[in-house]
T-cell receptor, first 115, second 111 residues
Framework: DAGVIQSPRHEVTEMGQEVTLRCKPISGHDYLFWYRQTMMRGLELLIYFNNNVPIDDSGMPEDRFSAKMPNASFSTLKIQPSEPRDSAVYFC?????????????FGSGTRLTVV | GQQVMQIPQYQHVQEGEDFTTYCNSSTTLSNIQWYKQRPGGHPVFLIQLVKSGEVKKQKRLTFQFGEAKKNSSLHITATQTTDVGTYFCAATNTGFQKLVFGTGTRLLVSP
């Protein structure tokens, strides 16, 4: 398995533009998570899905953020409109609940810069 | 919401010295996990602890879960330059699938 795949690796956009981050989880994993990492706030959980259904989006900072998981192999995180304070590394992670060890597998992340 | 604090925030050691990072929570935890993130990389899962007082070892790394399940530690014996990175604990008290990550301890090892 290629692991969790995120795209793009880097994104530079202007304030006010729409940004879409993409994630392909590991096949067979039933949980998918979106995290944001900054120096100031560390790793923050934004939203997570179980079997493609959003379970907890309490970490989504504002209505400008939205996430979807249309099927088991694809998820998106959209920011519209983007702002400079959204600059961060966004990680997608997946895990499988049918085991006693629930470690997450993270993707390589998308480094977002909003100028 | 649940918070998990780690200390120290940063440690710089000479190669061969030992290193320990501590993770503390004000609430009882269901389980605790440890991750390592290399500079510029992504968090990589190391281990999961579930039982009170549990101790697990991975080569030079020793992980411990407190008796009250409110704290944990990671100890590295005889650090190597390959140990450089940030070590995070991550925990949940509301089921296994919603992890809250600690603040992390950044380790720098000088040769």
């Amino acid at each position: 398995d290629a692991g969790v795949i995120q795209s793009p690796r880097h994104e530079v956009t202007e304030m006010g533009q729409e940004v879409t981050l993409r994630c392909k989880p590991i096949s067979g994993h039933d949980y998918l998570f979106w995290y944001r990492q900054t120096m100031m706030r560390g790793l923050e959980l934004l939203i997570y899905f179980n079997n493609n259904v959003p379970i907890d989006d309490s970490g989504m900072p504002e209505d400008r953020f939205s996430a979807k998981m249309p099927n088991a192999s694809f998820s998106t995180l959209k920011i519209q409109p983007s702002e400079p304070r959204d600059s961060a590394v966004y990680f997608c992670a997946s895990s499988f609940s049918g085991t006693k060890v629930y470690g997450y597998t993270f993707g390589s992340g998308t480094r977002l810069t909003v100028v | 919401g649940q918070q998990v604090m780690q200390i120290p925030q940063y440690q710089h050691v000479q190669e061969g010295e030992d290193f320990t990072t501590y993770c503390n929570s004000s609430t009882t935890l269901s389980n605790i996990q440890w991750y390592k993130q290399r500079p510029g990389g992504h968090p990589v899962f190391l281990i999961q602890l579930v039982k009170s007082g549990e101790v697990k070892k991975q080569k030079r790394l020793t992980f411990q879960f407190g008796e009250a399940k409110k704290n944990s530690s990671l100890h590295i014996t005889a650090t190597q330059t390959t140990d450089v990175g940030t070590y995070f604990c991550a925990a949940t008290n509301t089921g296994f699938q919603k992890l809250v990550f600690g603040t992390g301890t950044r380790l720098l090892v000088s040769p």
